[in-house]
């Protein structure tokens, strides 16, 4: 069990399950196990542990175990017959939870060299192997797994049973090459949180043979590993004016921020700055002013979602930087309604700006008081704190809620429906365009009383739709 360092400066080390003769095939350059090392040597790994101890499925497993125990910091497990894309590894071993984590897709193969799995919520909640079973599976296991600090102590345990149980030949025809499998089988099994790491269209396969390896390293050549990652970096779930009015643009500007050397929090900043002199523009009570103002805001909310696209891109996220995000979106919002009451010159527009503030800050309120709930009933099991695996689990639901989650199910199955109920909701990108567009068209009475009257729907949608997920 040679030990090969690779990197220092970080707390991950990496275990290749070098045992199977797969690992010894041509990648073109070297062999499998040569092509592993060099794409690790250019990740955040402190090390690279290779297991070839050649006693079998029993002998890695315990293998494993004894680094598990020794090692301090994350530890990623990698089957020494994995052909896989360079930025497919960095999303385990680049991400800053340093968590753990398995690489997985979500397509139909279960193979054995591809075991199956179920995805929920983001987490693998089942995994199986030749001699475990998935109901319900919906993705596949990629090879690659990831064990936080905290989780060692599992997984070495977990390792020791599995090779008491090989060795006594409880496990059938299970060999060395499940090793990975079994071992993200039983984290699962004995209740560590899994996170589930989607590759998307890059690849990560395990090969038995020549023709397969070859095959593999062709599918590498038809990625723009690149491009994948800029692609990711935008987010696909967001609002509609965020998706097709800001990050249509914005994301040309990741690749210039990254020359530049500029950090996401950098980015919070400027775009806290553009909202501030919105705000003064605002207050200026001209036609002029709002106008300006309102052009200001929308830049201010297009460097709002850069920073984000920029965090996932160089994966600098950080506790600080979500709570200083947080908060700017806050500061932004309530600055430009300040501005806006002091630029109106007729009565009565403060209670209306105070209103929407309140009525901002009940909302906010409602959905942070929900994941908090959801965040405790997943801890004891409770059912509504699991993630519906499918849009016909609210039958399950009671009667009288049942029929609010019925209809936002049905509004996210077809795209125009999905698209009206991300709007109605009213989210940061579209108050911002609401108003930008009020402010400048109308006046502050108009910007107002339209966030009070779509807010008051918007939140009494998230109310609804909160009471009847948390009664199920």
């Not at 070297?30 to 690790?40: E, M, S």
């Amino acid at each position: 069990m040679p030990d090969s360092p690779i990197r220092g400066g970080t707390t991950t080390s990496a275990v290749l399950l070098a045992t199977t003769p797969a690992c010894r095939l041509s990648s073109g350059d070297g062999t499998l196990l040569d092509r592993l090392h060099d794409q690790l040597s250019v990740l955040p790994v402190r090390d690279v542990l290779v297991v070839s101890a050649g006693g079998g499925l029993g002998a890695d497993l315990r293998g494993v175990a004894k680094i598990a125990r020794t090692t301090t910091g994350t530890v990623a497990v990698l089957p020494a017959d994995l052909v896989a894309h360079t930025e497919a590894l960095a999303l385990l071993l680049e991400h800053p939870a340093h968590d753990t984590a398995a690489l997985i897709a979500h397509d139909a193969a279960t193979s054995p060299l591809r075991p199956p799995v179920r995805v929920e919520g983001g987490k693998v909640v089942a995994a199986g192997s030749s001699f475990h079973l998935v109901p319900e599976a919906n993705a596949t296991f990629r090879g690659v797994l990831q064990t936080g600090e905290s989780d060692l102590p599992a997984l070495a345990d977990i390792a020791e049973e599995l090779a008491e149980l090989s060795e006594a030949g409880k496990l059938g025809p299970v060999t060395a090459v499940e090793a990975v499998d079994l071992l993200l089988v039983g984290l699962v099994r004995s209740g560590v949180s899994v996170r589930a790491a989607a590759i998307g269209p890059l690849h990560a396969d395990r090969v038995s043979g020549q023709n397969a390896a070859d095959a593999a390293v062709v599918r590498l050549s038809e990625v723009d590993e690149e491009q994948v990652r800029l692609d990711t970096s935008v987010k696909d779930d967001d609002g509609f004016l965020a998706t097709f009015l800001v990050s249509s643009w914005t994301r040309h500007l990741i690749r210039p921020a990254v020359l530049l050397k500029l950090a996401p929090n950098t980015v919070t900043g400027f775009s806290a700055g553009l909202a501030l002199l919105a705000a003064v523009w605002f207050s200026a009570g001209t036609q002029g002013g709002r106008l300006a103002g309102a052009v200001l805001l929308y830049l201010s909310f297009a460097l709002d979602c850069l920073d984000g696209q920029l965090a996932r891109y160089t994966r600098t996220f950080s506790p600080l930087g979500a709570w200083a995000d947080g908060m700017s979106d806050r500061f932004k919002e309530y600055v430009v309604y300040v501005g806006l009451a002091f630029g109106f010159a007729g009565p009565g527009i403060w209670p209306l700006a105070v209103g929407a503030m309140i009525l901002q800050v009940v909302r906010h309120a409602i959905d942070a008081t929900y994941a908090g709930a959801v965040a405790d009933a997943a801890k004891v099991g409770a059912m509504w704190g699991r993630p519906a695996r499918s849009l016909m689990e609210s039958h399950d639901a009671r009667r009288d809620h049942a029929g609010v989650l019925r209809i936002a199910q049905r509004l996210e199955r077809g795209t125009v429906a999905r698209w009206l109920k991300k709007i109605v909701v009213l989210p940061i990108g579209e108050r911002m365009a609401l108003i930008a567009v009020t402010a400048a068209g109308w006046n502050a009475r108009v910007t107002f009383l339209s966030l009070l009257c779509w807010g008051g729907v918007a939140a009494l949608y998230q109310l609804a739709g909160r009471i009847a997920r948390s009664a199920r």
